[in-house]
């Protein structure tokens, strides 16, 4: 089991260019709000639903994200709930933003998110709608996938609510505890978590630190504090649908230490393909055995992670291994982490540029700020499976001719 992980945040200090500083003070969190320097839960919830890029999403679980806001206070039979984000390939983040005080209002919290996620896995995709049409602050002008799609339609409608509603079906869900004070051990979730061994949630606790400046602007700084994925528990596999779901607790799977000393699950590569067809359909299968066939005629190794597996090439002079591209469960190729590899090794950074270059003129998609194409659906993939595969023998033959 793994042990106590706080949340231990220093004083910011802000620097300006004249050399003069600023020491920040902290704001306490307060359920009332008496004066101007303090701020309530309402405050919260408005800054994150109109900047949800200031949850570290994708350090937790990257198969929600980008994530976007879609509703405030969404009723349901349990509750309302303070945020819902969602993401373009049917992913579903809830949000809850409370104090983390003492041991009991931890409990109570913690089973308050989960009771929201049993609720949602009530739902249909179009039980999901109606609700978020009913709260607060609904985003959506239209239906939702339009307007998670507004900038991309890289995903089909089709596949868009098949996702969505295996997802809710099996509790496929991020949920996400965020306030002040939120330094809450490790173990002692896990243990709680036992509890509720009902949905294929992640769960995230974030203390979200809240600054005052001199002129009365604030400062925000996130912090993850724990992870579901970083807590040995067990497997659930949900049967059933709506109100006959039932909950089989499996052996919990092999666990691996990370560089924090806390566990994190690992799969095999059986373990992923179930996992797989689970969140992408049947189909995706074909296309990640073509991937890995592929990647062992080029001599790259298949990490597996929680919810993806990482190609990487090991490296000719020793070290640690290049990551060329990741594979979701969620169906998509994601491209990273090769810029900053190449510069720890001091190698040229033009073999990323062109790499990457190849991939976004290929699969004709966006770079990033900073320089990595943006992620590739299995359906690109499908269309033109031989522009992965030139992309990354040229990026292999550069690295191996680099290092020789």
Do not use: C
């Not at 790259?300 to 070290?319: I, M």
């Not at 770079?367 to 690109?380: C, E």
């Amino acid at each position: 089991m793994a042990g106590t992980m706080r949340a231990a945040h220093g004083s910011p200090l802000i620097v300006n260019a004249d050399g003069s500083t600023e020491a920040l003070e902290r704001i306490p969190f307060e359920q009332d709000v008496s004066d101007a320097t303090r701020y309530d839960e309402a405050w919260l919830q408005k800054v994150i639903f109109q900047n949800p890029e200031v949850l570290p999403v994708t350090e937790i679980d990257r198969s929600f994200a980008p994530a976007l806001p879609v509703a405030r206070e969404v009723p349901t039979a349990a509750g309302s709930i303070d945020v819902v984000l969602a993401s373009p390939t049917g992913y579903v983040t809830l949000i809850e933003t409370k104090l983390w005080r003492n041991p009991e209002a931890r409990r109570t919290v913690v089973g308050q998110i989960i009771e929201y996620a049993k609720e949602f896995a009530k739902w249909t995709p179009g039980d999901l709608e109606s609700a978020l049409k009913r709260s607060l602050g609904y985003a959506a002008t239209g239906d939702l996938y339009t307007y998670l799609q507004r900038d991309s339609r890289d995903v089909s409608q089709q596949d868009f609510s098949d996702t969505l509603a295996l997802n809710l079906e099996r509790g496929r869900l991020l949920l996400l505890l965020v306030g002040d004070g939120i330094r809450e051990s490790v173990q002692e979730i896990a243990e709680y978590l036992q509890r509720f061994a009902q949905l294929q949630f992640t769960l995230g606790l974030v203390d979200l630190a809240v600054y005052q400046r001199n002129d009365g602007s604030r400062l925000l700084v996130p912090r993850v504090v724990s992870r579901t994925r970083e807590v040995t528990r067990a497997v659930i596999r949900i049967e059933g649908v709506g109100a006959g779901i039932v909950a089989h607790v499996d052996a919990s799977p092999e666990t691996e230490r990370g560089t924090s000393g806390s566990e994190r699950f690992t799969l095999n590569e059986g373990d992923f393909m179930s996992q797989l067809e689970r969140e992408s359909g049947p189909a995706a299968r074909a296309i990640v055995v073509e991937i890995l066939d592929f990647m062992r005629e080029v001599e790259l190794v298949a990490d597996f992670k929680q919810s993806s597996f990482t190609a990487r090439l090991p490296n000719p002079a020793g070290g640690s291994a290049f990551s060329l591209f990741n594979v979701d469960t969620n169906g998509t190729i994601v491209f990273g982490y090769l810029r900053t590899q190449l510069e720890r090794h001091g190698l040229p950074l033009q073999v990323q540029e062109k790499y990457a270059n190849t991939v976004a003129r290929e699969f004709r998609v966006a770079t990033d700020k900073w320089g990595y194409p943006n992620s590739v659906s299995f359906k690109k993939f499908r269309e033109n499976p031989a522009a992965l595969k030139a992309a990354v023998i040229e990026v292999v033959a550069a690295l191996r001719t680099t290092e020789a």
